[in-house]
């Protein structure tokens, strides 16, 4: 399929892009059709919401469109448009609302059966999770409280009673209880089981980068072996610098008592801290996707130019975040569509390749 944007729509535009903030940057949207691999989707500054598109042609730039204006730039699958539609809807852009919306509208099939069975499976596994956060969270507070709240005691119970020992409405306790469990399913505990999503992203990136490591030492004539130095510099900035935020975020948990009456009074910085991991790995998995879906060195090697035009570039912001300098993007070329990859026949091959992606999403 060509790429052939709409020259009359006034709600795209090519520019110029760099971004300063993981907002302005946008969250990576796990679209099935070829041509939105590595599109992003950010609150526009009128209000709503805009996705980013890499530039097809692999010039730089990216184009920005409306989000109810998919259709200027591609005919998306049914699988897109119902994506494109919930995530327009969402009150909030991060990676959390963006993954659940992507992971319920794979729930209804419309990415196929295997990406379907995924997303239910995963939908359970943070059920449970979320249980057992709970539950270990609820024994730290009580052995910090003392031997008055060493019995069962469900967070309802919790709530009534640590809202008479800090001074706090039940209700601003609850909620707080819930933001805390919410970003522990990120960040997860030192030590303790469930690891956390972001624990789990960056042990794929552990893994992708040892690959891609045993890869280069078996094809040093490879001519694709600069992009995969540049896979392999971008994936170890972005685990170094996301494990200096998850140590940050899980530092927070030292102190549950405390943690709790911070987040019950001013959540916002609380909930910031536990979701810098996923801005910071945000645009991985497809990377790491293609990499598992590849079979045989020819694949291989196909790939690696479809990982390198995926690999995201961490906006400046990142260096407060993880004080760590650079933004990980250094030595990067551009990488455009080759010209097989639009025509009709490889662009639904690459379609069902895709869905096969949205099975491994974690």
């Known amino acids: 399929m060509a790429f052939q944007p709409s020259p009359a729509s006034a709600s795209l535009a090519v520019r110029d892009y760099r971004a300063s903030t993981f907002r302005e940057r946008g969250v990576a949207v796990p679209f099935t059709t070829p041509l939105l691999a590595g599109a992003r989707v950010r609150e526009a500054e009128q209000g709503g919401t805009e996705l980013v598109m890499l530039n097809p042609s692999g010039a730089p730039g990216v184009y920005i469109l409306a989000c109810n204006a998919l259709g200027a730039l591609c005919r998306p699958s049914v699988h897109d448009t119902r994506l ?5 809807t969402l009150p909030h852009i991060t990676p959390a609302s963006v993954r659940d919306a992507a992971r319920e509208v794979a729930a209804s099939g419309l990415a196929g059966r295997e990406a379907m069975a995924a997303a239910l499976a995963l939908a359970e596994a943070d059920k449970r999770d979320r249980q057992q956060i709970e539950t270990t969270m609820l024994a730290a507070l009580a052995r910090q409280l003392g031997p008055q709240f060493s019995g069962p005691l469900e967070v309802g119970q919790m709530a009534v009673q640590l809202a008479s020992r800090l001074g706090i409405q ?5 909620a707080a209880l819930s933001t ?10 030192t030590g303790q089981p469930p690891p956390g999503r972001a624990a789990r992203m960056m042990e794929r990136l552990a893994s992708l980068s040892l ?3 045993l890869w280069l030492c078996d094809m040093v004539a490879d001519t694709n072996s600069d992009l995969a130095d540049l896979i392999l510099a971008a994936a170890e900035h972005a685990r170094s610098a996301a494990g200096a935020a998850l140590a940050t975020a899980r530092g927070l948990v030292g102190d549950p ?3 709790l009456h911070a987040i019950a009074r001013t959540p916002e910085p609380i909930r910031q801290c536990m979701t810098r991991p996923e801005w910071l790995l945000d645009g991985w998995e497809p990377v790491y996707g293609l990499w598992q879906c590849a079979e045989g060195p020819a694949d291989r090697h196909g790939a690696l130019v479809q990982m390198a035009r995926l690999v995201p ?3 400046r912001e990142a260096a407060e975040w993880a004080a760590s300098p650079g933004d990980g993007s250094a030595n990067r070329r551009p990488i455009g569509l080759d010209a097989t990859s639009r025509s009709e026949t490889i662009g639904r091959a690459m379609a069902a390749r895709n869905e096969r992606l949205r099975a491994l999403a974690t």
Request: charged share 15%; no cysteine.
């Open 313 to 315: 570039s961490l906006p």
């Open 211 to 213: 690959d891609l490591n």
């Open 180 to 189: 805390l469990a919410e970003g522990l399913l990120s960040v997860g505990l």
């Open 170 to 174: 039940p209700r601003s306790v609850a």
């Open 257 to 259: 008592v405390g943690l």
């Open 84 to 88: 494109n539609q919930k995530i327009s």
